[in-house]
Each structure stands twice: as structure tokens, then as C-alpha cells.
């Protein structure tokens, strides 16, 4: 059963009349190649970018792991 058929005409009226909102941007970016990052790396080769990128992905990630483990390893020692 529909639950329109039971609320008053003035509540189906005004949910029929919601403004549509426009979407705006809050910054401009030019769509050219190269700037989907928020650094530039243009003049760099794609090896170099990828290698810089993959080294610091990598010492981000490991260093709560390594960090909790040298810690369990001073614990164990004491």
C-alpha cells in the first residue's frame, strides 16, 4: 500500500516544489595532462615519479609496524 495516499495534499505539494541546488566547484583546475596530482612532476620521468612514490607509500605504511616492534622487542628484553 502507498503511504502517498495517506499524507495530507499540502506535504505531497511541497516535497513536489524542492529547489534544485546547482553544484559549484570551489577551485578551478585546467584539464591538462599531468595535473591530477596535487604536486608537479612534469619535467621528472614516469620511472623516477613511480620509484619516489612506491619508496615513500612503503616507509609511510611500515613505519607504525616497525615501530611496534621494536617496541614489543625492548618489552621482551626487560
Do not use: D, W
Request: charge should be positive.
Amino acid at each position: 500500500m502507498s503511504m502517498q495516499r495517506f499524507t495530507s495534499v499540502s506535504v505531497r505539494a511541497v516535497k513536489g516544489r524542492q529547489p534544485s541546488f546547482v553544484s559549484q566547484r570551489a577551485m578551478h583546475v585546467e584539464n591538462r595532462v599531468n595535473n591530477n596530482f596535487p604536486f608537479r612532476y612534469e619535467g621528472e620521468s614516469k620511472t623516477r615519479f613511480t620509484v619516489g612514490f612506491v619508496s615513500v607509500a612503503t616507509i609511510g605504511f611500515s613505519a607504525p609496524f616497525l615501530a611496534c616492534a621494536f617496541q614489543l622487542k625492548k618489552a621482551a628484553a626487560t
